[in-house]
């Protein structure tokens, strides 16, 4: 019994039913998406010899055999080149960078982490962008160095962006 290259799931044998080929087919896509990755960024060109069961995003503008297939996920099989289009969400691992590939809003997103709080061990340690918050002056009394200190502290904010600026 033969298997898929990436996740090992079985194919069905001639005569077990009459759906093999789109069986098969449904599998091969299976394979290259379920806990998905893909070897490197968007490319537009496909690699001179590919490994079975690699997978790549496929770049603009696209050529070779992978011309008209921009955006795509292309998975090398045993049978060749299998194009699946992407759906809005579908995230992928991308291996040679360590970040993450989602299709969203019709193009690729590399490395862009969403979501409205970052919370570790229970505890929320980042949320939603506070307001801006001015620098200090003023006042009977002015300690130099605090104000430094208050004033890096504040760009800091600013600069990752938890604070307007």
């Known amino acids: 019994m033969s298997v898929t290259p990436r996740l090992a799931l079985p194919f069905l044998s001639a005569g077990q039913a009459q759906k ?3 069986h ?3 599998l091969q896509t299976l394979d290259a998406l379920v806990a998905g990755s ?9 690699p001179a010899a590919p490994t079975v ?3 790549y995003v496929v770049g603009s503008p696209p050529t070779g055999e992978w011309a008209g297939k ?21 995230s992928l691992y991308v291996k040679a960078s360590g970040n993450w590939a989602t299709y969203r809003l019709g193009t690729w997103e590399t490395g862009t982490l969403r979501g409205s709080s970052v919370v570790l061990g229970g505890q ?4 939603s ?27 800091a904010l600013r600069q990752h962006g938890l604070i307007d600026a």
């Open 53 to 55: 069961g690699a997978c």
């Open 129 to 155: 962008r506070g307001g801006a918050i001015a620098s200090a002056n003023g006042g009977t009394t002015i300690d130099v160095q605090a104000r430094a200190a208050i004033d890096q502290i504040l760009a």
């Open 70 to 90: 921009a955006q795509s996920v292309a998975a090398f099989t045993t049978g060749g080149w299998r194009f699946v289009a992407p759906v809005e969400g579908m």
């Open 124 to 127: 929320q340690v980042v949320g």
């Open 20 to 22: 093999e080929f789109f």
């Open 24 to 26: 098969n087919e449904a």
């Open 38 to 46: 893909v070897e490197e960024g968007p490319r537009a060109a496909p």
